[in-house]
């Protein structure tokens, strides 16, 4: 099955959704969705598709790279002990990292994916989920 077949619904979604700048391209045999969102709701959206396509995202034939464009919402800092808080591709510690968040760095919680897990951007543009107890209002 082509990538672009398999990912039919999230392409269709991602284009009916409003992604800005919206590419879609194959390349080595992954599938990568790139563009911009206006808000976290419709990235959380899109996230839910691709699981519901490939559960926990075993498949690894897809990249998903739509960030908020103009995140809104509430700062937060980053409340490790001492440590760097992990940034994750997806709401889970099976995700992979995408980068880190310094200890009292301050981020803006852009949604909550659920009890445990919040979408962030850090002053540098970095995006992704991180484990919501180590946030605490700024």
Same mark, same amino acid.
């Given at each position: 099955?082509?990538?672009? %077949?398999?990912? /039919? ?6 284009? !009916? !959704?409003?992604? *800005? $700048?919206?590419?879609?391209? %194959?390349?080595? *045999?992954?599938? =990568? #969705? ?8 419709? /990235?959380? *959206? +899109?996230?839910?598709?691709? $699981?519901?396509?490939? @559960? $926990? =995202?075993?498949?690894?034939?897809? &990249? ?6 103009? @995140? ?8 490790? /002990?001492?440590?760097?808080?992990? #940034?994750? /591709? ?7 990292? &995408? ?20 979408? #962030? ?9 991180? =484990?919501?107890? =180590? +946030?605490?209002?700024?």
């Amino acid at each position: 099955m082509a990538l672009q %077949e398999k990912y /039919k619904r999230l392409i269709d979604e991602a284009k !009916s !959704s409003g992604v *800005s $700048d919206l590419q879609i391209r %194959e390349q080595n *045999s992954v599938l =990568y #969705i790139d563009g911009s969102v206006s808000n976290a709701k419709v /990235k959380d *959206s +899109l996230w839910a598709t691709y $699981d519901e396509i490939d @559960p $926990d =995202y075993r498949s690894g034939d897809l &990249v998903l790279n739509v960030n908020v464009a103009t @995140p809104a919402g509430s700062k937060a800092k980053v409340a490790t /002990k001492s440590s760097n808080l992990n #940034i994750r /591709k997806g709401p889970g510690t099976d995700q992979p990292i &995408v980068g880190k968040a310094a200890h009292d760095e301050l981020v803006t919680i852009l949604s909550n994916a659920n009890e445990q897990w919040s979408l #962030i951007k850090t002053e540098n543009g970095e995006e992704g989920y991180v =484990y919501s107890q =180590y +946030l605490e209002p700024a």
